[in-house]
């Protein structure tokens, strides 16, 4: 004979390895949501350091060529103001050599003089001769006073007073004094110029400003706005060129933009979906748990079939022994005192009730399956189990009433489902010492049957109802703790199920049986 704790040792070692190492993969796909949100924000950063870098070169780039601009329009302003002066020196030149040539032949009246400077387009004339004699037409207060010492034509420039004069010396110790307007000059100079160069370059797309350090404002501070501002030399001046980012900041802010809405989307999903794993995780899960405590139960339950096999076969023999030598003295023995007769009696009522726990732990551990299914009417067979115990409940002032039909009979064993509610009608009746009541009530739910016995009990009777489905767990004084976890066998082998419940203030005790219907 094996040992029961022997047994339950086996059993224990081979059980299922804990199935817990499932759990941690909901938060590695949060730790890969995380690593791949990482590797976004990493490329969105590298994206705008190239772009800040690619705008950086641009900007030295085209700083590069605003200086070669600005040296080349200075290279040409200054040829160009050279090629003016020269054509200035040439035209005043031959036109007071013309001027020497008619006042020769003939001196200019104060009249011809003048018209001659309106037609030449010359500001003012002065002939001042060697006896002395000056002829002067236009503006010749403008001139300054002559000074025909010179040998060789002298071109002099005046800033204040917008003027060119050109003295030319004459034969007899004199000069002509020729003046010449630089209005016209003085705004084509301001047009070749460093400002108007700049404002002009300031104008063109990109570039928000070229100024002279100097001019900054607010020295020491960075510009306002988008702007990346350079420095450039030219000749001895130092520029400031300030193109403007704002493409740059737009394309910055709308990489940044993306990121987030992108992160926001996948760290949206990755819980979703992470959520979605954990769920099926617990579910698989419990799966494997139950399965483990099925199997652990039918283990426990083999063991206890075995072991129940052994001690039937050894502790049967000798009780019907005792059992038969009793009733035999109790018949035969006639010089027996009514005390030893009574004695004898109650032996036998104990073997009696030994026997019946032995037949109990039979039931429980042998497996329950149903050869043969027949069409059990489950009115008939509910009515036939109550008339069966209405005497017990009339003497213990029991009200017992039956409600509803089951319009279709259901697939099983009669004399299985006759055991299965005979043990909750009994248990009703036995908890109820005092009176109370029986309530039975059959219905159709979804094609399959349910039946409802409700019976009054108090609120301590039962701490746990799950607890009294546990083999060996009982309430009674006298009983082996087998009776509902049977009855609950007898269900689950006709695909149905028993479920306990204490509903209300807790004065009711509520079994729920289930059971499929036939065709």
């Given amino acids: 004979m094996t040992a029961p704790g022997a047994e339950t040792e086996a059993a224990s070692r081979h059980q299922p ?67 003016l002066q020269q054509t200035i020196k040439t035209f005043l030149a031959n036109t007071a050599k013309f001027i020497d040539y008619l006042d020769s032949v003939e001196p200019f009246s104060p009249e011809e003089l003048q018209a001659f400077a309106d037609e030449s387009g010359l500001v003012a004339i002065s002939i001042a001769r060697g006896n002395g004699i000056i002829n002067s037409a236009g503006r010749a207060d403008a001139l300054p006073p002559a000074a025909c010492g010179e040998e060789k034509p002298v071109l002099d420039y005046f800033p204040e007073k917008m003027m060119y004069v050109m003295t030319w010396p004459l034969p007899d110790k004199g000069c002509i004094l020729l003046g010449f307007s630089a209005v016209h000059i003085e705004e084509l100079h301001q047009q070749l110029r460093m400002p108007a160069l700049l404002q002009a370059l300031s104008a063109l797309p990109g570039i928000r400003y070229v100024r002279e350090e100097q001019q900054r404002q607010n020295p020491g501070r960075p ?233 009054r009990m108090t609120q301590s009777s039962v701490p746990d109802p799950a607890q009294l489905l546990e083999p060996y767990f009982t309430t009674k004084t006298r009983g082996t703790g087998l009776g509902l976890p049977i009855a609950r066998r007898i269900a689950q082998a006709h695909d149905g199920s028993l479920e306990l419940a204490v509903p209300g203030d807790g004065d009711v005790f509520r079994v729920v049986i289930t059971l499929p219907l036939g065709d």
């Avoid at 000749?235 to 493409?247: E, H, I, K, N, S």
């Fill in 17 to 83: 390895s804990d199935p817990s190492p499932l759990g941690p993969s909901w938060k590695i796909n949060l730790l890969v949501i995380g690593g791949l949100i990482f590797v976004i924000l990493a490329y969105s950063l590298w994206q705008i350091s190239q772009l800040r870098r690619n705008f950086q070169n641009y900007s030295r780039e085209h700083s590069r060529l605003v200086s070669s601009v600005i040296e080349q329009n200075t290279r040409t302003a200054r040829l160009a103001e050279n090629a």
């Fill in 223 to 455: 510009p306002a706005g988008a702007i990346l501002e350079q420095r450039i030399s030219v000749g001895d001046t130092v520029l400031l060129v300030g193109f403007d980012a704002g493409q740059y900041s737009m394309r910055v802010r709308q990489i940044w933009r993306n990121v987030l809405i992108f992160s926001l989307v996948l760290a949206c999903l990755g819980v979703f979906f992470s959520w979605l794993l954990y769920r099926y995780q617990r579910t698989y899960l419990q799966k494997i748990t139950d399965y483990e405590r099925k199997l652990a139960r039918e283990r426990e339950d083999a063991a206890l079939g075995r072991a129940t096999a052994t001690i039937t076969h050894e502790i049967r023999n000798p009780l019907n022994a005792i059992s038969m030598g009793l009733q035999r003295i109790e018949l035969e023995a006639d010089e027996l005192s009514p005390e030893h007769r009574e004695l004898a009696a109650s032996m036998r009522n104990a073997v009696k009730r030994t026997n019946a726990i032995i037949g109990d732990l039979l039931r429980y551990s042998r497996p329950i399956g149903v050869s043969r299914r027949t069409a059990v009417d489950l009115a008939a067979l509910i009515a036939g189990i109550l008339r069966l115990y209405a005497p017990q409940c009339e003497a213990k002032k029991i009200a017992v009433s039956h409600t509803g039909q089951v319009d279709r009979p259901v697939a099983g064993d009669g004399e299985l489902l006759g055991q299965l509610f005979e043990n909750i009608i009994k248990n009703a009746v036995e908890a109820q010492s005092d009176g109370g009541y029986i309530t039975v009530k059959s219905e159709t739910d979804n094609g399959r049957a349910r039946i409802t016995i409700d019976n």
